[in-house]
């Protein structure tokens, strides 16, 4: 996106010092990188870094309002609904994808967004080790709104583990070694101190949580939860059932509280009008299909990944879906494929973190993911017989 610094990147990039940086994850987290990582991170000048910043201000204006917030609430499957939801999501992610607009200026447009985590600590350790191999150019940073490593990790560590002791924190995913973003864990496991769980692992006494480890038990007061029901429901009846402690009051807190995954979420999308928002609506709300459906993209609502999207759209595709309220249909946005590399120009999209502290007014923007794709889907489970795609980072021109 910078021309002279992606000219200079790709002049001095070797296939040898690719491969020694990815190996380094080897050393670190042996057999834990389980994605492609892309050969190179995107320089962002400050303008497109300020227009996708405009854009989440302003969506966050609209989902802070008492009207959405009460609406929302229908997005919630009542029979997934966990209680002692608290005032705000501790975490947002937006995604923007790298676009042209009908003028051919680079543009963002929102894909989508979640009141969920996302990589926070392994997008720590990532710039770090990719700048062992490769040089970074000054005055740029993956960081936003001045946050530094320490600085980030801290927020981090505040929201996640607040007054209580470390371990009486858990991430809490489901068979989380077999997660494809288990690194992440490892790292949060590093930087935070704070043991990674296996939903089948807790122990239940009345309203309160344990787990057992070396031959001592700990009660479990806080949960950085990264378990989609989504993926309990891909799971065994055993496993399921494990699962009803979420609709249960408990003893602990939700960090962040799992109704926000459905309150901010690609829900979120038809209240929300801004030229970097594509024209979105609930396909329930649809009563005549356009005309033009190859410009349109359909999305379930609460998969994850990518799972379920239609992006050849046809009406005999529309009319299989039986729950449409369920489903969104979005207007196609036209990634831009201007990074450039050795081979074809790649695509890409920027997801944004903000984080929101307890008591603060707003969340605020402080680390970010990239990712680059050669293919129709953008994601780092697509395109796996390219090169010069997959999970990568962004830095900020200062």
């Known amino acids: 996106m910078i021309p002279e610094l992606r000219k200079k990147y790709n002049a001095e990039f070797t296939q040898e010092k690719y491969e020694a940086f990815t190996n380094a994850f080897e050393s670190i987290y042996p057999s834990q990188l389980d994605f492609r990582v892309a050969e190179t991170p995107l ?38 609904e966990v ?63 001045g946050f530094t490593k320490d600085s980030y990790l801290e927020l981090m560590r505040k929201i996640i583990v607040a007054d209580e002791a470390p371990e009486s ?13 288990r690194i992440d864990f490892y790292c949060t496991e590093t930087y935070l101190g704070i043991k990674t769980l296996c939903l089948t692992d807790i122990i239940q006494e009345g309203k309160k949580l344990y787990y057992e480890t070396d031959g001592k038990r700990v009660q479990i007061k806080r949960i950085y939860n990264r ?28 960090v962040p509280h799992p109704n926000w995954f459905y309150r901010i979420s690609k829900y979120s999308l038809p209240f929300i009008d801004h030229p970097y928002v594509p024209p979105t609506r609930f396909l329930s709300d649809i009563k005549e299909l356009p005309q033009d459906l190859e410009n349109y993209v359909v999305k379930p609502l609460f998969s994850f990944a990518g799972q379920g999207v239609i992006i050849d759209v046809t009406k005999k595709a529309v009319e299989a879906i039986t729950d449409p309220q369920n489903w969104i249909i979005q207007k196609k946005v036209d990634y831009a494929p201007i990074i450039e590399t050795p081979d074809e120009p790649a695509k890409a999209e920027i997801r944004l973190f903000y984080f929101w502290e307890e008591g603060a007014a707003r969340p605020v923007a402080a680390n970010n993911l990239a990712r680059l794709s050669k293919g129709k889907m953008v994601g780092v489970r697509y395109n796996k017989d390219k090169s010069w795609v997959g999970g990568t980072f962004c830095l900020f021109e200062k």
Request: one cysteine or more; charged letters at 20%.
């Open 227 to 254: 378990l989609i029901f989504d993926d309990l429901f891909q799971q065994s009846a055993e496993v399921q059932e494990k699962g009803k402690i979420f609709q249960q009051e408990l003893d602990v807190t939700w």
């Open 83 to 145: 209680p002692a939801e608290d005032a705000h999501p501790h975490f947002i992610a937006f995604d923007f994808g790298i676009c042209r607009n009908e003028a051919g200026e680079i543009e963002p447009q929102l894909i989508e967004m979640q009141g969920f985590p996302s990589l926070f600590a392994y997008q720590v350790l990532f710039p770090e080790v990719h700048a062992q191999y490769f040089e970074q150019p000054e005055g740029f940073t993956p960081f936003l709104n």
């Open 169 to 181: 924190v858990v991430l809490l995913e489901i068979f989380p070694e077999k997660q494809k973003t």
């Open 43 to 80: 320089f962002v000048p400050k303008v497109f870094t300020q227009q996708m910043l405009d854009a989440c201000e302003s969506i966050i204006d609209v989902i802070t309002k008492p009207e959405y917030v009460a609406q929302s609430k229908t997005a919630i499957p009542a029979h997934l």
